[in-house]
């Protein structure tokens, strides 16, 4: 077969469910010139019959099949077939709208500097019932800029992974997934960003992402809240090290125990606290392990200092954004959200 405009990246475990509904959308995709790499990953279910019987009709399905060993696995054994000068994933519980490969494509066409895409996505759970990730799913879709991405990195991961497309080359260039005990998509995204990899995201909607009660990220250990801030704090304090005019000295807002928890880390890798601030004064005005915590208006004058805000919920960190730009504070170079 003559190389693919694209290639989609697709691990599959026990999926037969749904695959048939995630093949379906990708084949009949406006964009024909693709493959499907559809890596089985020791499903005990129908789904490696499915893929061969969908790779005996359209010859653009390639399955590639492998013992049970996991999701990095399965991807990185994807990633080795790979034939397109793009490569896009997609989940086997996902669905793509049609113009999703055409669109993305076409946009890494036309901005070469551009390495990395991603699109809104549909939210596809009970908006009550898996609010949380509905939330998360509100969230990500508002950020569309390169800026807005690099800078919301450090909240959480800024792009839906199975969304994304990115040259193909840059897996040989910054590497492909890694295992550990941490979500493998956000890092490899912290990676590639401190990398210098430009992404974005486009405004339409292309896919639906399904928000599945077995998915990986609401059972699997690498995926709990605290393995998130484990390797967050790997990249962000490198960051720190690079853009931080006072590094390492910075200054946390919030100083709950978890966010000390969580600050400690960093801590780890050099970074010093010069002082919390709280915004509830039966905290401030006191210190903790001779670390001063201050009230939100006992800040200095920006370009004094560099804050990491801490504040996890959304409301009430857009309230400290809100009160910081007010002084003259300024995201990515006075201030950065991180929780």
């Not at 125990?257 to 006191?286: C, E, F």
């Not at 208006?297 to 560099?306: I, K, Y």
């Amino acid at each position: 077969m003559p190389r693919p405009k694209v290639s989609v990246l697709l691990p599959c475990y026990n999926s037969e469910t749904t695959l048939e509904t995630a093949l379906s959308s990708l084949l009949a995709q406006t964009l024909s010139d693709l493959e499907i790499v559809a890596v089985d990953d020791g499903s005990s279910d129908a789904t490696g019959e499915m893929l061969r019987a969908y790779a005996g009709f359209d010859e653009r399905v390639r399955p590639v099949c492998q013992p049970h060993r996991g999701i990095v696995s399965a991807l990185n054994a994807g990633l080795r077939e790979v034939r397109g000068a793009y490569t896009a994933r997609m989940d086997a519980d996902d669905a793509a709208r049609p113009e999703r490969l055409e669109l993305q494509s076409r946009h890494l066409d036309e901005h070469p500097e551009v390495g990395l895409v991603a699109c809104r996505v549909d939210f596809g759970g009970h908006p009550e019932r898996q609010r949380g990730y509905r939330r998360y799913v509100e969230w990500t879709n508002g950020l569309l800029t390169a800026e807005e991405i690099g800078l919301h990195r450090f909240v959480e991961c800024p792009l839906a992974h199975p969304s994304i497309m990115f040259r193909t080359e840059l897996v040989s260039r910054f590497g492909p997934y890694r295992e550990g005990m941490f979500p493998e998509d956000y890092e490899l995204i912290l990676r590639w960003l401190q990398e210098g990899v430009r992404m974005e995201k486009l405004s339409r909607k292309l896919l639906l992402w399904n928000d599945d009660p077995a998915r990986l990220s609401r059972n699997d250990p690498r995926c709990r809240i605290e393995a998130f801030y484990r390797i967050k704090a790997v990249y962000l304090a490198a960051w720190l090290e690079r853009n931080n005019p006072h590094h390492p000295e910075v200054v946390v807002l919030g100083s709950k125990r978890r966010i000390r928890k969580r600050v400690d880390r960093l801590r780890d890798r050099g970074v010093s606290v010069a002082a919390y601030v709280d915004v509830d004064p039966r905290r401030t005005h006191r210190s903790i392990g001779g670390i001063p915590v201050l009230a939100l208006q006992d800040l200095p004058e920006p370009g004094s200092c560099f804050c990491l805000s801490f504040v996890a919920q959304r409301e009430a960190r857009q309230e400290v954004a809100a009160h910081l730009e007010d002084r003259g504070y300024r995201l990515g170079r006075d201030y950065l959200p991180a929780a």
